[in-house]
């Protein structure tokens, strides 16, 4: 079975995405371990079997779920991980 840890900081109130991506992998990957727990400030941080495929706190980034979903495939099938793929960003313009 294939482990997924996220590390989210919950005084920015990332438990939310953390929860998304839960739901999405449940929905994609039945049978997938997904483990949210609360970490360092600013984190999102994601394990595969113990391995990091995203650090928030290197890329400022949420990660793309389908590139982790990627990621927990090639795991299932013993091949290393990829570098997962980040969310886009919103800009947001102040004028």
């Not at 999405?24 to 113990?50: A, M, W, Y």
């Not at 391995?51 to 890329?59: G, R």
Request: with cysteine; glycine share 6%.
């Amino acid at each position: 079975m294939v482990k997924v840890d996220v590390e989210y900081c919950g005084k920015c109130n990332f438990e939310w995405q953390c929860k998304m991506l839960q739901n999405f992998l449940q929905e994609q990957k039945p049978g997938t371990d997904i483990v949210c727990h609360k970490g360092r400030q600013g984190s999102f941080e994601v394990k595969i079997n113990d391995e990091l495929v995203h650090s928030k706190l290197k890329s400022l980034a949420f990660p793309d779920h389908q590139s982790v979903l990627e990621n927990v495939k090639r795991a299932e099938l013993g091949q290393p991980m990829e570098k997962t793929k980040e969310q886009p960003i919103d800009n947001c313009i102040i004028m």
